[in-house]
């Protein structure tokens, strides 16, 4: 494995790149107080049977499995969730003009509350924060759905009378076409291509690794747990997300002055 390369050398890497590409997942958030779903703590590792709830064909069928998602969605901790150092230091990098994208599998919304360009934030899993009717497509933002829930417990669309969900990814559901095309290709453009917090598992976002090594960018996988790149990667970095990508952009940003 080519990665006896340090977070000193990733930092080189990144001040000289032309593009760097950020892929995060659910260990970017962790430390904000929203868990993870495969690592040692995460939602599917302590309640397996939680992982059923995220089926788009079950939450169609069962009324009883919407309303208890609906519940949870109402307690979801992303409503009081603060961005944490990590996502701050990304936004960081994003105002200093050094982020050509960031890539995330997470819903929460905290790289936009952190401050990083809304227009540079690929959400490949969606959001929890705009709620879609799975009939006539009608969006409407989640608040206004979740105030619903006294009354109505599987709140259906006020337009047409349809199912609604989180304008999320299930399983079983497609990735938008458009949002994929949008980090292909911000892989295909990065020089560097760093990942953070994520298990790399999830295809075909996973896979944004294999698009950005087959253009010849430097991979960093920034992760405690081995994933399925490391041995692709050009640097793997495993200490706490919290201080590393920090540590990491301070020293991108000098090394620009």
């Given at each position: 494995?080519?990665?006896?390369?340090?977070?000193?050398?990733v930092?080189?890497?990144?001040?000289?790149?032309d593009?760097?590409?950020?892929?995060?997942?659910?260990?970017?958030?962790?430390?904000?107080?929203?868990?993870?779903?495969?690592?040692?703590?995460?939602?599917?590792?302590?309640?397996?049977?939680?992982?059923?709830?995220?089926?788009?064909?079950?939450y169609?069928?069962?009324?009883?499995?919407?309303?208890?998602?609906?519940?949870?969605?109402?307690?979801?901790?992303?409503?009081?969730?603060?961005?944490?150092?990590?996502?701050?230091?990304?936004?960081?990098?994003?105002?200093?003009?050094?982020?050509?994208?960031?890539?995330?599998?997470?819903?929460?919304?905290?790289?936009?509350?952190?401050?990083?360009?809304?227009?540079?934030?690929?959400?490949?899993?969606?959001?929890?924060?705009?709620?879609?009717?799975?009939?006539?497509?009608?969006?409407?933002?989640?608040?206004e759905?979740?105030?619903?829930?006294?009354?109505?417990?599987?709140?259906?669309?006020?337009?047409?009378?349809?199912?609604?969900?989180?304008?999320?990814?299930?399983?079983g559901?497609?990735?938008?076409?458009?949002?994929?095309?949008a980090?292909?290709?911000?892989?295909?453009?990065?020089?560097?291509?760093?990942?953070?917090?994520?298990s790399?598992?999830?295809?075909?976002?996973?896979?944004?690794?294999?698009?950005?090594?087959?253009?010849?960018?430097?991979?960093?996988?920034?992760?405690?747990?081995?994933?399925?790149?490391?041995?692709?990667?050009?640097?793997?970095?495993?200490?706490p997300?919290?201080?590393?990508?920090?540590?990491?952009?301070?020293?991108?940003?000098?090394?620009?002055?």
């Open positions: 494995m080519p990665a006896a390369a340090n977070l000193v050398d930092a080189a890497w990144m001040a000289a790149a593009s760097v590409a950020v892929l995060t997942g659910a260990g970017v958030s962790t430390e904000s107080g929203i868990p993870d779903f495969r690592g040692p703590q995460g939602v599917w590792t302590t309640d397996p049977g939680a992982a059923a709830l995220f089926d788009i064909d079950t169609l069928a069962d009324a009883d499995v919407r309303r208890r998602v609906w519940r949870m969605r109402r307690s979801h901790p992303a409503w009081t969730a603060e961005p944490n150092p990590a996502h701050r230091a990304l936004a960081d990098l994003d105002r200093a003009g050094r982020l050509g994208a960031l890539i995330t599998q997470n819903i929460d919304g905290l790289h936009q509350r952190a401050g990083t360009d809304t227009g540079r934030v690929i959400e490949v899993h969606g959001t929890i924060h705009w709620v879609v009717c799975l009939s006539c497509g009608l969006r409407t933002r989640t608040p759905v979740l105030r619903r829930l006294t009354e109505e417990p599987d709140p259906s669309c006020l337009r047409c009378g349809g199912i609604q969900k989180a304008d999320t990814i299930s399983f559901q497609r990735l938008k076409a458009d949002v994929l095309q980090a292909v290709d911000a892989a295909e453009r990065a020089d560097v291509f760093v990942a953070v917090g994520t790399l598992t999830v295809h075909p976002v996973a896979g944004l690794c294999d698009v950005a090594l087959r253009r010849g960018a430097r991979l960093v996988v920034v992760n405690a747990q081995p994933t399925p790149y490391d041995n692709a990667a050009a640097a793997v970095l495993t200490e997300i919290g201080q590393v990508v920090p540590d990491l952009v301070r020293r991108v940003l000098a090394a620009g002055r």
